[in-house]
């Protein structure tokens, strides 16, 4: 399984980004889907995850900026970005709890990418 994530830039604060990651491979379910990030000197945090039944949970740091969705049949989960401030300057990964066609269910991670807030 690969997760191949994309969307990540620079932007002001106040500014919008979204991300995107795409989960392939030999996959015949997905349950949850979120997005981490990890902050120079921090160490990784949750930021918004999505269940099966588009449940999601949310940082508190995120709550009303951040809006988490999902794909199911193009296993894709997407973050949009409002209100973006300095502190949401990290690398952010995705991750994906996914059962593979042989293996059974395993936790999968993308490969990062990097969101900077920055005027």
């Known amino acids: 399984v690969q997760l191949q994530a994309s969307g990540g830039g620079s932007v002001q604060p106040g500014g919008s980004l979204s991300l995107s990651c795409a989960a392939s491979?030999?996959?015949?379910?997905?349950?949850?889907m979120g997005w981490y990030r990890q902050a120079p000197g921090k160490q990784r945090e949750l930021v918004a995850t999505?269940?099966?039944?588009?449940?999601?949970n949310y940082a508190d740091s995120v709550k009303g900026r951040f809006t988490i969705s999902r794909d199911n049949a193009k296993n894709t989960v997407f973050l949009q970005m409002t209100g973006l401030k300095s502190e949401d300057t990290a690398v952010y990964y995705c991750?994906?709890?996914?059962?593979?066609?042989?293996?059974?269910?395993?936790?999968?991670w993308g490969q990062g990418t990097l969101v900077t807030v920055s005027s």
């Open positions: 991750k994906v709890d996914a059962y593979v066609i042989g293996a059974g269910w395993s936790t999968f």
């Open positions: 491979g030999r996959i015949l379910n997905v349950n949850h």
């Open positions: 999505v269940r099966s039944d588009e449940g999601t």
